[in-house]
């Protein structure tokens, strides 16, 4: 019985040792929970003794002193090792090494084992990868990977050098944070701001205050946006400004590329140009300054504040074309499409697409175009308006052309028209209109004595030249005209109003904000498209003779 029971005990021992036996994983685990080791170990150094009156239980090291701890080996001239603190104070030429991509040098570093930071002192230079950072105070945090500096840094990154009065660089994610009197510099650009993060990977500054960028002739002001010192790339936030060469931009977000000069700008958009006094602003604008072109989309609007007065002009879209850009020949034209409408104080303007041209100072309106000045409106198939010394000089009507005088009684209107007609301007008023082919008057003579409508005269004429004085009428020159003047009390109802008449006050701008209400012609009102007669195709014979 008891050899059983013997038996029985060895055969569950035996049984046990082999279930252990059969189970590394966990002796692995076991082995791998083991507390990692925190001491600072003494590789090496020429000589070591001990001075307890002057340095209590610190063990004075001389001659190539090395430090191993966790990975780092920490190098000096000498030192002070106080082992039960796991800590130590190195003196020349000291220097940390962490693998193969951190390097920290200075003249004086004291090293706390326990925290693992090292605070290095004096003519500091904290390498990592590509960039290097230079100041003479720095803690370095090997448990959190990140430097702080305070009294003054300079991080070189490839070819930009960014300084400021205190900052952080963090090794695991390479990301520097300079603070107060920060300058970010390289051949191209100058930066200054007040906060600034840089991400030394992309090469990319993350503006967070007051910032101001210079690259040749063109400066940023941002208070929000990022800048990419390999792309020369901006992105910019919270009513940011380029201005380049008397030109600017702003807008709530701005896109600039300094290589191509391209600029991008979204909402509530202003593009001034200080140089021609004129501006376009809209939603959308983009703008390159080594071309000259710029465009405007979204509520845009062209500002021409050259004059006394602003001109304002509303369009789908603006574009702006700059020709032999950089000589002193340079000229623009500026393209309104869609729906424009224009107002100034002594002229407004309704028409479907128009073209400005600097060269001449013309602008050119295309499909039903109609220009109100005073109580004067002149519409036709196109019309040329040309500006002379900051105001309205001529205007040229091509095509059913037709213009219309209100009266002050508000009910009369006196009305030319003709296949083209030009108006001549005098400090914006008209003093000569020309009327040529085909041309068909409506004029209401005024007496002196009373100034009352003495009647109406109708006449027909192949060409029609009139002066007028204070909006009246001084001489006129008709060639070969027939017509009949009507009193007051016998007009016939036919001659009242041309066959082309029409007055179209319902359109007319009413001031700057009106530019962007839309009111199309009434229905049947547009203007008729007349065939332009066409010379007949000409027909080449076999031997090339012409039929």
């Keep these: 019985m008891r050899l059983r029971t013997v038996a029985f005990v060895l055969l569950c021992l035996f049984g046990l040792s082999l279930v252990w036996a059969m189970q590394p994983t966990r002796k692995r685990n076991i082995s791998r929970n083991k ?98 950072l230079y100041t003479d105070s720095l803690d370095y945090d090997r448990l959190y990977n990140f430097g702080n500096f305070f009294e003054g840094g300079k991080l070189v990154d490839n070819g930009s050098t960014l300084t400021s009065d205190w900052g952080e660089y963090h090794t695991d994610t390479k990301m520097a944070m300079f603070y107060y009197d920060v300058r970010l510099r390289n051949k191209k650009f100058y930066l200054t701001t007040d906060s600034l993060y840089y991400d030394t990977r992309t090469s990319r500054a993350h503006i967070v205050g007051p910032s101001n960028i210079i690259s040749g002739t063109s400066h940023i002001y941002s208070e929000d946006g990022y800048y990419n010192t390999k792309t020369e790339t901006s992105e910019l936030f919270g009513r940011s400004v380029m201005k380049d060469k008397g030109r600017s931009i702003v807008g709530d977000s701005v896109y600039h590329d300094s290589k191509n000069g391209l600029s991008h700008a979204y909402w509530n958009v202003v593009y001034v140009d200080s140089i021609n006094k004129n501006k376009m602003t809209g939603d959308y604008c983009e703008y390159n300054d080594s071309t000259g072109y710029a465009m405007a989309t979204k509520r845009a609007v062209a500002i021409d504040y050259s004059q006394k007065d602003s001109l304002f002009m509303h369009a789908d879209t603006f574009k702006l074309y700059t020709y032999n850009i950089n000589t002193d020949s340079v000229y623009r034209k500026i393209y309104g499409y869609n729906k424009v409408r224009a107002y100034r104080i002594d002229v407004q303007a309704v028409c479907d697409s128009l073209v400005y041209n600097s060269k001449d100072s013309c602008m050119t309106m295309y499909k039903d175009p109609i220009v109100w000045n005073n109580n004067q409106q002149l519409f036709g198939e196109e019309i040329r308006v040309y500006i002379k010394d900051s105001t309205i000089h001529r205007a040229h009507i091509i095509g059913q052309a037709f213009s219309t005088e209100q009266m002050p009684d508000t009910v009369h209107f006196n009305q030319v028209s003709s296949r083209e007609m030009l108006a001549y301007f005098e400090k914006g008023e008209i003093y000569e209109t020309d009327a040529v082919g085909n041309v068909l008057i409506v004029y209401y003579p005024i007496d002196d004595a009373d100034s009352s409508l003495i009647g109406l005269n109708y006449t027909e004429t192949p060409w029609m030249k009139m002066y007028l004085e204070k909006r009246k009428m001084k001489k006129i020159w008709m060639e070969s005209p027939t017509g009949t003047l009507y009193p007051m009390t016998q007009i016939p109802p036919s001659k009242y109003f041309l066959p082309q008449y029409a007055w179209f006050d319902y359109i007319r701008p009413r001031n700057k904000e009106d530019i962007f209400n839309w009111r199309p012609k009434k229905a049947g009102q547009e203007l008729k498209e007349i065939k332009r007669r066409e010379a007949p195709k000409q027909k080449l014979s076999k031997k090339g003779e012409v039929l």
């Design 35 to 132: 507390p990692a080791d925190k001491r600072v170990y003494l590789v090496h150094s020429d000589q070591l003794r001990y001075d307890q009156y002057r340095n209590g239980d610190a063990q004075i090291l001389v001659g190539n002193v090395h430090f191993r701890h966790m990975g780092a080996n920490l190098y000096c001239d000498s030192a002070n090792f106080f082992e039960q603190s796991n800590s130590f104070e190195a003196f020349g030429h000291v220097k940390m090494l962490q693998g193969d991509t951190l390097k920290l040098f200075s003249d004086y570093a004291y090293y706390d084992g326990n925290a693992q930071i090292a605070q290095a002192r004096y003519n500091v230079i904290l390498k990592h990868r590509q960039s290097t």
